[in-house]
């Protein structure tokens, strides 16, 4: 049925209007229709030519009807050179309308447009072609947002350097307030930005511990106060935060005053009001005894040492211990009275650590110094006044540990001391030329008192600005060494140090020591001296221990429970469902604060699943961001049943949509596809038998 059908209604060819050509055989235009297989040949005008370029060709008639085409098409000739630039084609080339030719331009230089390639037409080659050089990038003025460049120009050049600042409350990424940047063919580098930060403030009798000018959000920044101030009460202990809004409160320090002491059965010695540093000196009233120190100091944590009571009745001291390689100074007594002093001295070859003197204090007796040997050797032995060193060899210059020379006076003069001298740890003992004591003169914070003393063991009594003192000659030294400068109280009890047991009062310029307790650091000198009747700034002891580790955005901690965490320590953080840890999931516990803090960032989604008889409608990643979406579409004979559409949320893909069944659309083209390959073989078919 179809071939007969197909035969009886098959279009023939018509006679063809050939623009710019003509038929070969100037053919009469009623002897068509032409029947199907008929061979045409057809010329060009000149200038033009057929699709094959030959100056004439041949068409068929098929059942679509001439094939080729009796067309002509418009002929261009070689394009002529340009500046700067040169076409790629041979001579021997024939172009016609549709046909392309390359430019290419000099070293230098680039095609206009980015137009590398020219086409022919109906009116030649186009688009008209010219090398040129190309524009010199340049970096706009865009400056970022929050901030502002510090040169105003429309444009910089390449590697052109400028500077630009961010307004108050931001900064720049490497926490600066002028950031330089350079203009590079890619642009500025680095990138100009501004973070939201908070400027370190300023504030009187405040020290911050960080050296950076910015923090941002979330970042701690911790101070300390300057020696006499403390951190105000109501504010978190030396630490503020940054936060979205600022800083969460501010760094003050107030003065730090100490409560007037009030002594029962005494009096104190001071003011109304007591700073830090201030020293309050004690006294009982008629008939009552002091027990415990006679000053104490105004510190950061109070006062100390703790102030004393007055007693009417206190108990004496039996003799006092022995220490090891020292004696006292002195025939012992079989009592001592409340408030009595003994002088110790260490043998020869020791020396003493601690004080030289110890008190009776209600019954006891205040902390024993110690003598530890100590070896160095001694240069050539000095002259002394009236007198001078016999027998010395004059080829030596050093005089080990212990070694001793002998020491004469002038007439009139006798050796006060030990004779021979011996060297003793680096330095000589030297004996004295005398006939008495020194003339004992006491200038300092009292009155002036001048007298001479011949006999030895004589004992003088002194007064300075406070109370009587005493002192003895012997073997023509004074001791103890008068002087009348401000003794210091007590050494302080340092919070979080270990104890210290000296309890008696310090000379000017003597030094203490400080260790803090296990878990603490110390933060300031590791020594304190006594200068003029008060301590110097104190160290402190530091806790070394974290808090409980804060919050993180999207994250918490795990089996948090203590209150105190050990340096080295750790925690481990996790996120909450669809975030993940970025880096560590683990912050260790230094210097007070917690280190390297995890963050939670949202879930990446891998490779989206494919549904069944569809297909993606680009190459799909291996990894997707929280938001990303990518599309599908069925295959050829398969409906959406939904949105073809995957999005990638928190790690999860959504669900997507299926592709069913069989279309209406698919099943008509396999039915079209049948019946066009039926009409194929009849024509087939029929060309076979006309031949």
């Known amino acids: 049925i179809f071939p007969s059908l197909f035969f009886s209604k098959a279009k023939r060819c018509e006679y063809p209007h050939i623009q710019n050509g003509r038929l070969y055989y100037n053919e009469w235009e009623g002897s068509f229709p032409k029947r199907l297989g008929y061979r045409l040949v057809f010329i060009c005008n000149n200038g033009f030519l057929p699709k094959s370029k030959d100056s004439w060709h041949s068409s068929y008639c098929t059942i679509r009807g001439w094939n080729p085409e009796p067309k002509c098409f418009k002929k261009c000739d070689h394009p002529q050179q340009i500046q700067h630039g040169a076409f790629n084609y041979r001579w021997w080339s024939t172009y016609i309308e549709g046909d392309d030719i390359t430019l290419s331009c000099d070293t230098g230089y680039i095609p206009a447009n980015e137009q590398t390639k020219i086409t022919c037409g109906k009116n030649g080659w186009s688009p008209t072609p010219s090398c040129v050089a190309p524009e010199i990038p340049r970096c706009q003025n865009l400056p970022p947002p929050n901030g502002f460049f510090t040169v105003q120009k429309e444009e910089f050049s390449i590697n052109e350097n400028i500077s630009y600042k961010c307004k108050s409350g931001y900064t720049t990424p490497n926490r600066i307030e002028v950031q330089e940047i350079q203009c590079l063919q890619s642009g500025w ?373 203590r209150n105190k965490y050990l340096p080295g320590e750790t925690v481990e953080y996790h996120c909450v469902e669809g975030f993940e840890i970025t880096g560590s999931s683990f912050a260790t516990c230094g210097n007070a604060k917690w280190q390297r803090l995890p963050a939670c960032k949202e879930r990446t989604c891998g490779r989206p699943p494919l549904t069944d008889n569809a297909s993606f409608t680009k190459n799909e990643k291996s990894s997707y961001q929280s938001g990303e979406t990518v599309h599908y579409e069925c295959q050829p004979g398969f409906a959406a049943k939904g949105p073809l559409i995957l999005r990638c949320q928190r790690g999860e893909w959504s669900e997507p949509s299926t592709c069913d069944g069989k279309s209406l659309t698919y099943v008509c083209m396999y039915v079209c596809m049948y019946v066009c390959i039926l009409v194929w073989l009849t024509l087939l078919q029929l060309l076979m038998l006309n031949n």
């Open 189 to 561: 580098n680095p990138e100009p930005k501004c973070i939201k930060a908070c400027k370190k403030p300023y504030e009187a009798n405040v020290d911050f511990d960080e050296n950076q000018s910015f923090f941002f959000s979330q970042e701690t920044l911790h101070f300390q106060c300057k020696d006499g101030f403390q951190v105000n009460k109501t504010a978190v202990d030396g630490r503020i935060q940054c936060t979205e809004n600022g800083w969460d409160s501010k760094p003050i320090c107030v003065a730090i005053e100490c409560d007037v002491p009030i002594l029962g059965n005494g009096s104190i010695e001071g003011k109304e009001q007591f700073a830090n540093g201030d020293v309050v000196k004690f006294f009982c009233d008629k008939g009552y005894n002091r027990v415990g120190p006679d000053s104490s100091q105004c510190y950061y944590f109070g006062w100390s040492p703790k102030q004393p009571v007055c007693k009417e009745t206190v108990k004496s001291c039996q003799q006092p211990l022995s220490i090891s390689n020292g004696t006292v100074v002195g025939d012992p007594l079989e009592e001592y009275q409340h408030g009595e002093k003994l002088f110790y001295e260490c043998d020869i070859g020791f020396v003493m650590s601690g004080s030289n003197t110890v008190e009776c204090v209600d019954g006891e007796w205040t902390s024993l110094p110690s003598c530890t040997e100590e070896v160095r050797s001694c240069r050539r032995p000095p002259k002394i006044t009236s007198g001078k060193p016999v027998d010395v060899d004059s080829n030596s210059n050093n005089y080990r540990h212990n070694e001793t020379v002998k020491y004469e006076c002038s007439r009139g003069f006798f050796l006060v001391g030990t004779n021979p001298a011996r060297c003793l740890h680096g330095e000589w003992k030297l004996p004295e030329c005398s006939k008495k004591c020194r003339k004992l003169e006491i200038t300092k914070f009292g009155p002036r008192v001048s007298k001479q003393f011949v006999n030895n063991n004589m004992v003088v009594r002194y007064n300075c600005s406070d109370y009587l003192h005493e002192t003895r000659c012997v073997n023509g030294k004074w001791l103890p060494e008068p002087e009348c400068t401000e003794l210091c109280p007590p050494p302080p009890q340092l919070p979080n140090a270990i104890s210290i047991t000296e309890t008696r009062n310090y000379k000017n310029g003597e030094e203490i020591g400080f260790t803090c307790m296990e878990h603490f650091h110390r933060q300031g000198p590791p020594k304190m001296t006594c200068e003029f009747g008060r301590w110097q700034t104190p160290p402190r002891c530091i806790d070394e221990r974290c808090e409980n580790p804060p919050s993180i955005e999207n994250g918490e901690v795990e089996n948090s429970s």
